[in-house]
């Protein structure tokens, strides 16, 4: 049971990838625990500033479980006006 974790931007360049799979049934939470674990203390600190969106939709509890086969964006603060 997997999920999809699609990277922007910053957060982009701190994963060092554009995309990857992780474990399903977890929470947002634990998902980003396990997500800075993985790539560093660098993407640790943009997951901290960022908004996430589960299948395009912005999640506001992130304790519930992410069920198998949904995409999880990372969207890190963009600048502009």
Do not use: I, Q
């Not at 994963?15 to 634990?30: H, I, P, V, W, Y």
């Amino acid at each position: 049971m997997e999920l999809t974790v699609r990277y922007f931007a910053g957060a982009r360049a701190a994963a060092g990838r554009s995309e990857e799979t992780a474990s399903a049934g977890r929470s947002l939470d634990e998902l980003l625990d396990d997500l800075a674990a993985r790539h560093g203390e660098r993407l640790a600190v943009v997951l901290k500033a960022a908004s996430f969106l589960v299948d395009g939709v912005a999640c506001h509890d992130r304790r519930a479980p992410l069920p198998a086969g949904v995409t999880v964006d990372v969207l890190p603060p963009f600048a502009g006006g």
